[in-house]
């Protein structure tokens, strides 16, 4: 279990021991697909599932490790390693966002889940976002933070995702020239002594290979065509200060969801706020709001923005 954080430079950064899991992890056998490493928490009995889709070039402990505790004082929450990253092998084909996907759906099947709420943050977002288009009965909501319905924007929002792709996946290449000091100062400024080791150890474990099919998938990625047709309850965290996925691209996925609730959190797309508790308040809030509705205890009209949580 994660402990208390000490830094807000990542969502998953815990305090403590390093290398710390947010809940037990396991490689877990897919029916016709390769194995897929997981974390989960069982949560309260009978729990609802929230199920975590992490950003391009990180893993789900660091990701959500700080999440972990929190969330599952409501839910049951299961995180997979996406292809080539983290504790996921890089497996025979090259990574798709479609394919990542596919595999969320089927770590639901092997651990008998049927109906969850995706939350996907960044590069996650696209993936909970076709996760519902292929198997809309089974996704009863969804959160997406600091995330879009395209990726493909302005010629220097498409050259900044390939730059970063490309600083992810020299992380773990020995030569690369991309030192590793200007990859923590991005990702992790704040973070010092064995956090910041733990924290490359953590990026070292991915596949070069596949991040770079990573940010190259999602550079192409669009929904636009077909977000509008979600009609679950959706929240969707917009990070105000953004310098990856510009804030109004946040805000037009936001629009562009009947029914969307949007929350407001002044931090950029590493930094989980002034303060992670809040970051990780308005993560619980919304997950919560979700579910709420899902089960009709709330109804939220069709323009309503979530003030609450600005």
């Not at 950064?13 to 710390?20: E, H, K, L, R, W």
């Amino acid at each position: 279990m994660a402990g208390e954080l000490t830094d807000p430079g990542l969502i998953g950064v815990a305090d403590g021991v390093p290398g710390t899991s947010p809940g037990p992890g396991r490689m877990v056998s897919l029916r016709g697909r390769a194995p897929v490493w997981v974390y989960e928490e069982a949560g309260p009995p009978d729990a609802p599932v929230l199920v975590l889709l992490h950003g391009l070039g990180v893993s789900a402990v660091l990701n959500w490790a700080a999440a972990f505790p929190v969330l599952a004082r409501s839910f049951r929450v299961i995180a997979p390693d996406h292809r080539g990253h983290g504790r996921t092998p890089p497996g025979p084909e090259p990574f798709t966002l479609a394919g990542s996907a596919g595999d969320a759906l089927a770590v639901a099947d092997a651990l008998g889940v049927d109906h969850f709420i995706a939350v996907g943050y960044s590069m996650g977002g696209p993936i909970a976002q076709l996760m519902w288009r292929s198997q809309p009965s089974r996704v009863a909501g969804l959160v997406l933070a600091a995330t879009s319905r395209d990726f493909r924007g302005r010629p220097r929002d498409r050259i900044g995702f390939q730059a970063l792709g490309l600083a992810l996946a020299g992380v773990g290449v020995p030569g690369s020239g991309i030192p590793r000091e200007v990859v923590l100062r991005v990702l992790a400024p704040r973070l010092s002594g064995s956090a910041r080791r733990w924290v490359l150890d953590e990026l070292r474990r991915g596949d070069s290979r596949r991040m770079l099919e990573a940010a190259t998938d999602l550079g192409r990625f669009s929904s636009r065509t077909w977000i509008g047709d979600v009609d679950i309850p959706t929240s969707v965290i917009v990070a105000m200060n953004d310098q990856v996925v510009p804030t109004r691209r946040q805000l037009k996925l936001a629009q562009a969801i009947r029914g969307s609730v949007a929350a407001f959190v002044d931090g950029d797309h590493y930094a989980a706020g002034g303060e992670v508790a809040e970051y990780l308040r308005i993560l619980e809030h919304e997950c919560l709001t979700v579910q709420q509705r899902v089960e009709g205890d709330l109804d939220v009209p069709p323009a309503y923005w979530d003030v609450q949580s600005a």
